[in-house]
């Protein structure tokens, strides 16, 4: 554990008082420096954690869309503000500066007070628990992005998706994507307990 003083947000961050964070994958790759190192370069630290749940800490100058207090979920898609394709209106989880909060920034949910990008805010369900809350965001944007980001492969109405390994987070959130866009999701998964 490491005590350092709690940053600021940027013009078009927040800052939020972390309640629960997620743990993923991501976070054993990053330990292990495989298949980055995730050490930035330019700071000498790494704060890790793609996932949380927390209170509205502060905001910077330019965000109004985010009051202080709000119980909010953070995401993990990150991008350049000025990317050309988000400001095109295209889809930005599929933009060429997208990067994973946490894990491919040098800052993320590990902390006492997480720094994120305006956008990455979204308010808490408010029928889950902080833990519960903080669970789900990773696995949710990863699997809409394998279901959604390779035209003409995009699910719609009717489609059948093989979901393989349906049990995961990665797959449960997969089978709930294909279901809200219509789709019908057969599901694949290691053993009887798993089903």
Not at 177 to 187: F, P, Q
Request: glycine share 10%; charged share 20%; proline share 5%.
């Amino acid at each position: 554990m490491e005590k350092m003083p709690v940053q600021k947000p940027g013009k078009d961050e927040v800052l939020v008082m972390v309640m629960a964070v997620g743990i993923n994958y991501n976070n054993v790759w990053a330990s292990q420096g495989i298949p980055i190192s995730v050490i930035g370069e330019d700071t000498g630290y790494h704060i890790g954690g793609s996932d949380a749940s927390g209170i509205v800490w502060a905001v910077g100058t330019e965000v109004d869309d985010v009051k202080i207090g709000e119980e909010v979920v953070v995401h993990s898609g990150w991008w350049e503000p000025d990317d050309p394709w988000v400001l095109s209106g295209k889809d930005p989880m599929l933009a060429p500066t997208v990067r994973i909060w946490g894990y491919q920034t040098n800052y993320g949910s590990y902390c006492q007070f997480a720094r994120a990008q305006s956008h990455q805010i979204k308010k808490k369900p408010k029928h889950l628990s902080w833990e519960e809350s903080a669970s789900y965001m990773l696995c949710a944007s990863t699997a809409y992005r394998q279901l959604m980001g390779w035209s003409p492969n995009i699910v719609e109405k009717d489609d059948v998706v093989l979901v393989w390994g349906a049990a995961g987070g990665l797959g449960s959130m997969a089978l709930q994507i294909v279901a809200a866009l219509g789709g019908k999701a057969v599901a694949v998964v290691s053993d009887e307990n798993k089903r």
